[in-house]
């Protein structure tokens, strides 16, 4: 308790060094783990993919309704390898989130 008031007390007198503590929310405003960066850039690699697979699979049935099946094998081999790819990336996340948790507890 006498740590969390010392703490107050030197934030309050703008002495608190931000360097002794790893910064583990997503949203802070202070200088974030590079590890945050990197969670960003892949979901927002997997954003795109996941909207890129949408509009795969729309153009999809569109070759479908038009009796085009040589075309729509082709977009099935495109939807299967984009799918993989964000399985893949996913996983890639999870590491990535479970080596920022790991590290967050570990300093504290």
Not at 20 to 27: G, K, N, Q, R, V
Not at 40 to 47: N, R, S
Not at 56 to 73: D, I, K, R, T
């Amino acid at each position: 308790m006498s740590t969390a008031m010392s703490t107050t007390a030197a934030t309050n007198n703008g002495t608190h060094n931000n360097e002794m503590y790893l910064d583990c929310s997503l949203t802070s405003g202070r200088q974030a783990d590079p590890i945050v960066y990197e969670l960003h850039l892949h979901a927002l690699v997997i954003i795109s993919f996941a909207i890129f697979f949408s509009f795969l699979c729309l153009f999809q049935h569109l070759l479908l309704f038009f009796n085009m099946e040589m075309l729509s094998a082709i977009c099935n081999k495109f939807l299967l390898s984009s799918l993989i790819f964000v399985v893949i990336e996913i996983s890639s996340l999870s590491g990535k989130e479970g080596e920022r948790v790991k590290n967050c507890h570990s300093v504290k």
